[in-house]
């Protein structure tokens, strides 16, 4: 326990989580790629499109045919047919020739452009007036307009869109290479925890954080196994930890890490086999307490007790643990869920540590404030009420009304 | 068909969607009610917490007798025994007396306050120097802190949170009562189009708008039904239509929407049964050729063949549409998805319309910018290197180079 206050900073933290490399690959259908990370780049096997073909409805023409057309003076062209959808042309534009074409059909042989059909004007089953001078490719996808053969689609790191499965659905690839979705195994600990189905006599508690943490677990698409709730005993603890550590990629453990007469989380992590202790304290609040650690290659997380601090950690340090885990290289994995909001009073706060504050979003014409939900990390009432999180840096002592701030939405 | 071009603005869309009522409700567990959608309001049907507990590990005293203590005079107070975890405790704090007590434990009969134990020093085994004057309640969670019995926890139409998850469990509440997720039926059609597994000939491309549309239902909490790849024939595409109808809360067909010969999509909708067209295209770039219509509780919506154009119309208003069919209430929906950034260079807009632009994100600095993404609406690539959205308004004519966006990230 001689480690016990010697409490990292933050950014120590995240250096040591960034070491952390990502987990095997696996082979899945693409239909159920969505939210995956890709463990490999996507290369173009092929031309994307693989033919020329219009964007419009339209006539398919010699593109130099058309110029100086104009309203008052069109140019005249022989329709010579018309291209079906999905089927390669049976004809070519010659000169002074159009051939009727629908958007997404091929360009047919001697054609370099498309007159949309709103400029075009059938005098006659066979004879055009376009009036319109188009240059050439107007109105036309060529082949590989989308991705050359051989080009990167997308590289690894990303993880996947709509749009990103939709380009490998494209290329005919069917199946994709991704990163295992990492498995955290979870114990609650304390012997005033009881399960949800049970009423609680005075002096218990129920479970809160299995669900909390669960749920946290499944929005950064990981998988959650829920190992247990455990009493403040060493050796079902540790036969709890020790089962769990074999099941899962990362162990959290809630409860226990206070320096409480039954601390016990340490002493049992320390008798793992090849456990390296890595962070015993952050300079955080809420969230101090906070072991991280590993054996072999399976990290281990001792989270406080209270629910909000055991949120607050998972927010800054177990997102970045989770996608360092799942092999996610997100340059903009950080914006996505922030908010600018201006703060609607000051906050105090003690340097020498990183405060995390919970804030309630509201609106008032075009202004979003953030006014801070104050309570004991015990309550979950501050949980609920809070639409997300503000960092106060260890350097400053507090934060003012009106500053704009940016917050982290739970 | 006469009614095809009187297109709607976007606000009167939006209205129209606003109509569309949620779906019913369905028990589930709670485990997997993460991301889901409340449809009844949860009530505390007890005090959260039921008994008051400390939330320091400490000794629980009586605040008074601690009044005036400071470290060059502590008070010494008589120590009687220890509070169990998760038990009631045995003995009374009487003046002059304290109980150890850990985080969490039951606050004993008598004490009002919890000294930490960090400004506690034991003399022997019974005799306790307390260097600290504490007041009434300090470090202490009462009973009904968090709710009080018969409180409102959360409201109905919020999407439920890790946090949310972890109030209903600290209430026992192990089934919760949520909107069903809307099934999402998704049809593809056109002569040219191929299964993903099918080589395409010349004039032939991959079913792309599948993947894509289904993934981004995922995304919004939906369940996605492939209904199948059908080729531009009435009586097939017909067939699927009714099918889809009975089996989904919504129909997408993507392709057959523009004014191509082989339009079938709204003479086929024409024939269910109940057919009401509510929108038969919208003022907006990409994603003109929309349609909305409703079969009895059915909303059928035909979508731009072209993937981006299909795009931005799901993220416009099938976002909307989704939110409304799962009973989404939520005051920060739009929030929580949105980037502020700078735009690289001026862009020009038709007024009289939406456009909305793809662009790339990336920082600079502190900076983070828009880069607009050119490209046809046919190309997935523009799609793919784009990050999100930003809107220019009908009657903008353009943005300029410097001007501060808000990107609605894809």
Redesign the interface.
Known sequence: METFFKVKKPEEVFRIIDRFGPLGDETIP??EA??RVLSEDVTSAED????A?S?M?GYAVRAKDTFGANESLPALLEVTG?V??????KMAVREGQAV?I?????LPEGADGVVM?EYCHLLDETTLEASRSISPLENV?QPG???KKGAT??KMGRR???????????????EVSVYKKPRVAIIST????VA??D??????????????????C??LGAESIYSGLCP?DFDTLKAMVEKSLRLADTVWISGGS?????DLTLKIFETVRDFELLVHGISISPGKPTIIGRSGPTHIIGLP???ASA?VVAEVFLTRLMARLSGQLD??GG??????AELTRNIESASGREDYIRVR???DGNT?FAQPVFG??????T??E??GLIKIDMNTEGLYQGQKVTVA??
Request: proline letters at 6%.
């Open positions: 693409l239909e969505f939210g994307l499109p693989c033919f073909r964007v409805d018309e079906v959808m999905g089927q390669i042309p009727k629908p958007t997404g059909g091929m059909v996808i307009d989308d991705f689609v997308l996947l869109r709509p749009q990103d499965l939709g380009v490998m659905a494209g290329l005919g690839q069917s304390g012997d005033e925890i949800i189905g009423a609680p006599r005075p002096g218990q508690v129920r479970d809160i954080n299995r669900y909390t943490l669960s749920a946290f499944h929005r403040d206070s320096v409480g007469t039954k007790g209270h629910v949120l340059d903009f914006l996505k869920m922030h908010v600018k979003l509201f609106r979003v004991k990390s015990g309550l979950i009432s949980l609920v809070a639409d939405l739970l």
